[in-house]
Every structure is written in C-alpha cells, then in structure tokens.
C-alpha cells in the first residue's frame, strides 16, 4: 500500500484527483452558514460507477473518510468536508440515462441537475414533481440524499416518493443495486428508502430510477395578504379542512415581503402580517375550485385579495416567492455589510393545526434575543423556514442566534413537529435529530451505520454523532 | 428463570396465554396453501403494547422464536408458525386511538381491521386508500407489515405510502416510537419505512399513524371485453400512455370469468379471453374522460364495452372482481374434491409494457405443464396473480404446480419485473427474493437483521434465509 494518493491514481485516471489548495477549500462545504468544515486532502471527480466503487475501495483500505458531495446547495452542512477526508464530487455522473414515457420513469445519474431532468421529462409530457427551491443548481443525487422537498410538496411529496430504485456504492466498494422499475413492487427490505435521506453515510448513490408523473396543466394562483399572522393561518386550516389540496400553498411573513421588496421592488404589500400563496395546478379546470379557496382566503380576513388572470400572471406570483432565499441573503448583507452578514436557515415541519403557534412562538422569540427572524415556507405541509440573519463576525450575535435556533427546535418539537421537513440533519440538526428520536431511535440508528459501515468511513459525524 | 410458559403467566395476565391444543393449530399458518407450518408453543394475546414487550423479552430470554400474527390473511406464509415457538396474536390491540380531520391522519393499534378504519374515517369525510382484496378481515398492522397493495394502488399507491409514523417493539423487548404525525419529516434514516413490509422480521408492531386522503368521489366505471390478451393489453398501454390515472384498471382472464360465472353467475362472457374494469372516483366530472378511456378500450379491440350508468352499476362490476378470489378456492375444491384442491397465489409486477408477454407466457407454461393457471389483477400498475390450481394430496400434481409458480417467477423476473408486488415475501418467495437481489443485496437484507435482531428470534426464516 502506497500512499492515499497514489493509491487512488493507480486506479484512476490522473484528472480525476484534485489537489489544488484552492479547489479544495472551494469543496469545503455547502450552504449552511454556521457548520463546522474542513479542508479536504482531495477531491476525486469519478466519471462513472466504477470509478466510484474504486475510490471507496482505496479510502476503505487506508481508513481515510469519504464526503460525497453534489452541487453543495444543502443548507445542513451535510456535505461539508472534514480535515484529512477525500471529497467525491459526484457532478461528473450527469447524464440522464433513459427515460421511459410508457413506465413513467427516468433513470439518471447522481450529477443531474434537478431542472434538467424537468426539463427533459417536460419534452415527452412528463413531470418529475419534487422542486426544492435550489432546482436551478441542485443535483437528483443530493435532492435523493437529503429526501429534499419543495413547493409542490403539498399536493406530490418529496423526493423519496419518487425514488424506485438506486444503484449504491457500499462502505466496501461494493455495488448494490436495489429497488425496481416497476410502478409496484415490495420485494424485502426496503432498501432504497433506507438510503435516501440518509445524507451519504450508508453509501454512495451512483444511479437513480425515479417514478413520473403525467404533466399538470397549467396553474392557476391567487395571492392573499392579511393584517395578521392568526388570519392567515385560519385561511390555511380552512383551505385544507374544506378538502382542496392545492399544488402550492404559501406563506411569507413581513420581514420576507419587505426583503423582496427591498430585493427587486414588485409591489407587494409591506405592511401586511403575512401574504399568501395558493395554486392549483388543474388548467381551466382550476377556475370554480379558486373561487371555492378565494371565499375561504377572504372570510379568514383578507385585508387583499387578488387572483391571477392567466398562467404567466401566476407565474409571476410564483416569482416572487422563489426570490425569498435571495432576498434573505440580500437582507443579510445589508444589514451587516463586508461580508459579515449570514443566515441559519431553519426547517420545521409542525402539524398543519400548529402554525400559528409556531409562527407567533418564533415571533417572540426574535424579540425577545433582539434577532431578527424571517418566517417563509410550504404552509400547507405545516413546513416552515425561520430565517435567522446574523453577524459572522460578532460572536454576540451568533450567540443569539444559535440560541434562536435552540429555541425554535425546541418549539416545533414541543408542537408536536420533527426539526426537519424537507432539508435533512447534516450538522446543523444532529443533536435535535438525537433529542426527537430520543435513545432507542438514536441506538438504532447507530446499529444501522454499524451494519452498513463497520469503519465509519462514509461521511462521518453526519445524521448521528459516533456512539 | 423458569420455564417459558411459566415466565409469560410471571409477567402477563393468564387469559393472554393460551396452549389449548386446537387454538395452537389453529394459529398454524396463514393462507398460504403450500407454505410449511409447524405447532407454536403458545399463543400470547397481549393487550397493550407493555404486555407485547413483556412476551418479547420472556422470549429473548428463553432465545424462543417470535411469531406475529395478525388476521392471518397473508398469501406467502409470512404468519406461520414454526414448531416450538411463540405465536404473538395482535389482534386485541384493535383500537382506533384517533382520527384527526384537520391533520388528516388516523392512530390505529395494529389489530384494527382494514374495513373498520375505512369506514371510521369515512364518516369523516375522509378515506384511507389501500385497499387488499382482504380487506373485511385482514388487519391494519397486517397490511404494514406485507406493505400490503390492492385495487386502488394503481392511482393511490401502496399501504407504505400511508404510514407516517409506528411504535414498534424491538427484538430486545425495548419500544421505538419513529416516524411522525406531519405531513412533512426527513428526519433521520428512515425506521418507519424498515419496519414497513419486513414481516416482523425486524421488530412488531403496536402502533400505527397513517396519512389520510379527502373522500373521493362516487366512481363511474367502465367493462370491456376483449377476444384475445394481446387486444386487453394494448388497450391498457394506451390508457396508460394518454395519461389518465384511473382509480381502477384491472384485468380477469377466461378462467377467472368462468370461475366467478360458476360461482355466481352474473352474466360474464365467459368466451372472452380477458376483460378489463376501468374506474374513476371523480364523480360527475368524470363522464368525459371515461368517454375518452372508452375510445382507447374500443379502439384496442374490445369485443363489448358497457359503461356503468351509476354509483350503484359501478359497484355490482366492482363486487364481481372483487369474487375473483373465492370463485377460484371454489374452482379448486370442484375440480379437486374432497378438500384436496388448493390454489398458489402467485403475486408478480412486471413494467406495465410487459403485461401481454407474461400473460401470453403463463399461458404457455401452464399448457406445457398441464397445470390450470387462471390470471387476474391490477393491470394498470403491471401486477398481476397467476392463481395456480393445485391437488394437494396428490404429489406430481403439487410438484408440477411448483414448476409452474417457479417458471412464471423466472419469467416475471426476466421480464425486468419483481418477484412479489403486494403480497410480500415470506416463505413462499425467500428464493426469490435472493434470486432478485442477488448476493449484495442479501447480504445487506442479513446485516440489518442482525443489526435489529442479533438473536435471530423474530419471525426467524421469513423473508431471507438465515445466513
């Protein structure tokens, strides 16, 4: 056994291992402000299944840690590279392998960007549901990696809900390829569930068959604004007792309306408690059915209420609510300039009854540690995100914004909530993830990395701590 | 430590153990035909899940094997017992704990019957869809535990698919609750679904939360007939492929026509070589789209087609399918007298483009082996069961009725299809299973065995053969 390194480019090709100290700060982590990272020893670039399989092989024999890394959009610090550890950058498997219109499936490679593979299964009448709001950039393998949600949640699911099969690399370099391309199946274990979301410690996911669905029509989407937080939750509990499930059912409190104003000005009403966002994505079809939602948004209280005339109207309304991230990150940086200014995004998922409390529990939190906190998120699901935005260069602020953080986790689970709905564990949620599953969950999970990974090499310290 | 019995009657009330010879056969074995089953020691019915945690560590402790059961409904042997060991009857845990409207999901204990839930939530204005063809008898925690599917899953999916969250008894006797009651959660691996369809093999389950759906609809309904399979299946490709998702499409052979026909004869062209029921739950709304269905069907060859005028139409076509299973047991005690016909259900998904060439390729085994081989099923998701008719006291018969279930899964699994689409695995499938698993992935169904069950005490057997 030579070195690492030359172990590794005795099994692959020389440009598939990189060394450049800039490189390999710039795969240090992914998009979580807060989460501790390293600097890698170097980042392989695989090209394919085996070259994978091989990469693991040479870390299992030299006991060295493996990150698998996709486009590095998570916001939990799940990719986040540790001292020592070699990276693998799974962007170079990006091909979309086959798509199959009469099975409704797809097979791609990890790599695929996730508004690529829409865009392809679009072309032959298809959709691929899950839309995290990083679709632009995240990848299928990272979205499979994290069980990564979206907006149209609410009506299709996550991610896992569309997975059918997966080609994996094991802990030994092994590949196991398990689940199926038929629509049913329930044969044994069920393995590919056991590996999505599971953030990379169980194995390396080299290939994924995923499950589509007809094309909706067009959307249809009305806007709704109310001058308090509780009236804007009496509509969502309405809107969902009546029976409607919407395609995207929003909500975005003032601190987001104001930063997307501020962002890119689209008049949208600054004062307001909280604007909400409902789409039905049935075609003409839609019309009597918003109508029906539009009498629950109004009796609830809204002081505004605005239906779009046509599809490129609702995708206007849609636009705005995309630009919430950007616009936090904007916020940011204004209020703390060179810099210094950074987020922890939150993920709460409460039952859908439990909202308000939430939202009015985490108002007062903010107030009470003089942090300000941005609520946003897939209010139908009863997912939020409570931004914190911070100084990254005032340890005070930090401070209180971890604690913000604390206490907001601890609401939501005290809800009757889980400390994620749609952005996994990674770092930032590990000791919430111990706290909600409490110590037979915990041993449990621990007896799964144990069986699958008896090393401890595959992405450690993510999901669960060591036991 | 004393004897086993006397640890049990230590630690449970003593009406929960029950050793009365003719109860012990007659918690012998499921309905599995040809599956071995052996004499349990005991029968425990525990009451709560304190007393389940109770037998299973009398049980550790005495290293005796566990056996779950529930209604005993299953077709794969999963439920039988073997001799010597601890038959855990559910079916006292028969309490629904809750329905939440606003939440739209239920708590049930395991022993709750499929039906009993149904028609709770109902009144609700709510439906739970899976829906096995056991449904009056066969119990929710069974239906977890095979992942049990059914008519509906071509439009609503498998029983998986509901469950949110479980409380689950370890092999240790220790009580996991995972999962949860939001409609959204990623947290951590994902225990629920582990638990989903493994047969108690990994733990047994107390507690249930499931997903609920709004009601749908009344359900227009559609028959066609068709003078060869190849006709049927192109009519069902065609429905598939224009995109519409019935809430039923399922296929019966001539056998199966003439078996229900004997049974109880309500008119079916018993000339026919196979006819389809197609349904839609969306009420009046779906007049024009069955239309559209209709053209499909009579463009693909349908000899007759007949539209259900009402509900009440819809559901005498429905109840004729749902004989299909009755119709063939009465088959097999006609052709075969005196208790000795017996029926293999075989359990088969192949991709939705294959369903001519299985059909037409059971046809042919079953020519070739002089075995009657009758087909029905959910052709719109691609899972059908060849229904073997056997002579149970007559050994060439069983032997060639043997051939023909391992020749059709040779075919199902050639076909790119999977050895068990809803029935699940138990005895009747384990070779299988490893067939299409190959060796990594048995190798990794027996790490999380002995991950979760170091002692191998339950449900030892079922499933995956131990290593």
Redesign the interface.
Same mark, same amino acid.
């Given at each position: 056994m030579g070195s690492l390194l030359d172990d590794l480019l005795a099994v692959l090709p020389a440009d598939r291992v990189l060394t450049d100290p800039d490189l390999l700060s710039g795969h240090a982590r992914d998009e979580a402000d807060l989460c501790p990272a390293g600097t890698p020893l170097a980042v392989v670039r695989p090209q394919d299944t085996a070259e994978v399989a091989a990469t693991v092989r040479v870390a299992a024999a030299h006991e060295v840690p493996v990150v698998p890394q996709g486009a590095r959009t998570g916001l939990t610090g799940a990719a986040n590279a540790t001292d020592g550890a070699l990276v693998v950058s799974l962007t170079g498997l990006n091909r979309i392998l086959e798509i199959d219109?009469?099975?409704?499936i797809a097979v791609v490679q990890p790599g695929v960007v996730n508004a690529e593979l829409r865009r392809a299964v679009a072309k032959e009448?298809l959709a691929y549901p899950p839309d995290p709001g990083s679709w632009e950039s995240s990848t299928i393998g990272g979205n499979v990696s994290?069980?990564a949600?979206g907006m149209c %949640?609410?009506k299709y699911g !996550?991610t *896992?809900?569309y997975v059918l099969g997966l080609e994996v690399v094991?802990a030994d370099g092994?590949?196991?390829? %398990?689940g199926?391309?038929? !629509?049913? *199946?329930?044969?044994?274990?069920?393995?590919t569930?056991?590996f999505?979301?599971?953030e990379g410690t169980?194995g390396i996911i080299t290939e994924i068959t995923v499950r589509l669905r007809?094309?909706p029509r067009e959307a249809r989407t009305l806007v709704a604004v109310y001058p308090t937080m509780a009236t804007a939750g009496q509509a969502v509990?309405s809107v969902?007792?009546a029976?409607h499930?919407p395609s995207m059912l929003e909500l975005l409190d003032r601190t987001h309306l104001r930063a997307i104003e501020a962002y890119r000005p689209m008049g949208l009403d600054t004062e307001a408690a909280a604007m909400l966002l409902v789409a039905l994505d049935t075609g003409d079809?839609a019309g009597a059915e918003l109508e029906q939602i539009a009498e629950h948004c109004r009796t609830a209280g809204a002081s505004e209420l605005y239906v779009a005339g046509d599809a490129a109207e609702a995708e206007a309304l849609t636009a705005a609510r995309r630009l919430a991230h950007p616009a936090m990150e904007h916020l940011a940086t204004q209020t703390f300039p060179d810099g210094r200014g950074g987020l922890i995004v939150d993920d709460v998922?409460?039952?859908?009854?439990r909202i308000v409390e939430l939202v009015t529990g985490v108002e007062e939190i903010s107030a009470r540690h003089d942090v300000l906190v941005g609520v946003v998120g897939?209010a139908g699901?009863?997912?939020l995100h409570p931004v914190i935005v911070v100084d990254l260069a005032d340890s005070s602020s930090l401070d209180r914004g971890r604690l913000v953080f604390d206490e907001i986790m601890r609401l939501g689970l005290a809800l009757?909530?889980?400390?994620?709905?749609?952005?996994?564990?990674g770092l930032l949620?590990r000791d919430w993830?111990a706290e909600?599953?409490?110590p037979?969950?915990v041993r449990?999970?621990r007896?799964?990395k144990?069986?699958?990974d008896p090393a401890g090499i595959l992405n450690p310290g993510k999901?669960?701590a060591p036991g």
């Open positions: 219109p009469a099975e409704r009448g994290t069980d949600g %949640c609410v !996550v *896992g809900e094991l092994e590949i196991l390829r %398990c199926r391309r038929t !629509v049913k *199946g329930v044969a044994g274990y069920d393995l569930r056991l999505v979301g599971a169980l007809p094309a509990s969902i007792a029976g499930v079809e998922a409460v039952p859908r009854s897939h699901d009863g997912n009757g909530g889980t400390c994620t709905g749609e952005h996994g564990v949620k993830l909600e599953l409490g037979v969950g449990l999970h007896a799964l144990t069986a699958l999901v669960i």
